[in-house]
């Protein structure tokens, strides 16, 4: 979908520094799903200071959307229910808020085929769908308002 005068929507995009190999992969197939719209990206840490990211740049009301990147490890990880029970019940309550939309794209994983299909896949890949669900929630606002 490319960009027109019209209809110049602006995204945000938190993505974590850690497992880069693999939030680098997502943030690249985002980006691209976004390519012709004006992107920030903003790099955190870990996932658990995603939220507090995301909730910052929500706050502004500058951008039609804000996509949250990362991947965590289950079973690598002793907290991993911990860090991903926070972050979801985070990034819920920014979008409701702030009534800004948040794609929620903090992966679970078990194992490293199912990390790569997600992050690095053609047929599934997160960070494309992310793309995809920001420029429809941003559509779907234009309808709105």
């Not at 004006?38 to 990211?53: D, M, N, T, Y």
């Not at 194992?111 to 420029?135: H, I, P, Q, V, Y």
């Amino acid at each position: 979908m490319a960009s027109s005068r019209s209809f110049s929507p602006r995204f945000a995009i938190v993505a974590s520094e850690f497992n880069r190999e693999y939030t680098d992969a997502l943030l690249a197939s985002a980006q691209a799903g976004l390519k012709g719209y004006e992107q920030k990206v903003v790099r955190v840490p870990g996932a658990f200071e995603i939220p507090l990211q995301v909730q910052r740049l929500a706050r502004t009301k500058r951008y039609a959307a804000v996509i949250a990147l990362g991947l965590v490890w289950q079973g690598r990880t002793l907290h991993a229910q911990e860090i991903l029970r926070g972050v979801t019940d985070g990034l819920m309550r920014i979008a409701l808020e702030t009534d800004v939309p948040v794609i929620h794209q903090v992966l679970a994983v078990t194992t490293e085929a199912e990390a790569r299909a997600r992050c690095f896949g053609k047929k599934l890949n997160r960070g494309r769908e992310a793309a995809e669900a920001a420029l429809a929630l941003a559509l779907a606002a234009k309808g709105d308002r």
